[in-house]
């Protein structure tokens, strides 16, 4: 198993409501990256985290928002949830180098549910 | 931007034969190319990569190959077991985003 780890691992939400994710990275990862997977699709990039900052954006609208601390652990937060955001929500940790990350390793998701 | 595609999307195969599953980029800036494998229900697992300077590399009974000038790469499992059924996700990155695959559901029939 990887070092990374999420919460909470489930969670139901109405729409319209607000949801926050947390993510905590494998030591020595600096990079959080977070996708969405719905159910038999692949991850789709939900955005980027790198030395506190959002360092790159999938197509997602601005009611997904993220923040990473100084530990590089990273929140997600969904604000006016719909229906089409039940999905399971993962993070991936990775080591950043001089701009460039590629291995990631994933947190175990978080499974989100809105009615 | 980058597109993947994956192939076939399941699969099913007998105990001990071999497996291939294919993908295809079309950022040719791509140098990296992952293999991830999610059980039901768990994380995708990082079981294989490759980066751009090589055209194979070998685990075990996992290889990937790629073709660069093709902007193709594969996964190929010989001796398949029952334990390696599970779906199976390529990804190539674009920019600072890694795009997946939609995923090949393997089958392996004990």
């Known amino acids: 198993e990887t070092g990374v780890t999420q919460s909470p691992t489930h969670l139901i939400k109405t729409r319209g409501q607000q949801v926050t994710l947390r993510c905590s990275s494998q030591?020595?990862?600096?990079?959080v990256s977070w996708y969405q997977q719905a159910l038999g699709q692949g991850p789709q990039f939900i955005f980027q985290?790198?030395?506190?900052?959002?360092?790159g954006r999938g197509n997602f609208p601005p009611r997904f928002s993220g923040l990473q601390f100084p530990n590089y652990s990273s929140e997600l937060n969904v604000n006016a949830l719909e229906l089409d955001d039940s999905a399971l929500y993962l993070c991936?940790?990775?080591?950043?180098?001089?701009?460039?990350?590629?291995?990631?390793?994933f947190g175990p998701g978080t499974r989100l549910t809105v009615t | 931007g980058e597109n993947v595609e994956q192939h076939p999307s399941t699969l099913s195969v007998q105990e001990g034969d071999s497996a291939v599953i294919k993908c295809t980029y079309s950022?040719?800036?791509?140098?990296?190319f992952p293999w991830y494998k999610q059980e039901l229900g768990k994380r995708p697992q990082l079981i294989i990569d490759?980066?751009?300077?090589?055209g194979e590399k070998k685990d075990q009974r996992i290889a990937v190959t790629l073709n660069k000038t093709a902007k193709h790469f594969s996964l190929h499992i010989t001796e398949t077991q029952p334990e390696d059924s599970a779906v199976y996700f390529c990804?190539?990155?674009?920019?600072?985003?890694?795009?997946f695959g939609a995923g090949t559901r393997l089958t392996v029939k004990p």
């Open positions: 991936a940790s990775s080591s950043q180098v001089s701009g460039t990350s590629y291995e990631q390793y």
């Open positions: 030591s020595g990862h600096n990079t």
């Open positions: 985290y790198y030395r506190e900052e959002e360092n």
């Open positions: 950022d040719s800036a791509s140098n990296y």
């Open positions: 490759i980066r751009s300077n090589v």
């Open positions: 990804a190539a990155p674009y920019n600072n985003d890694m795009r």
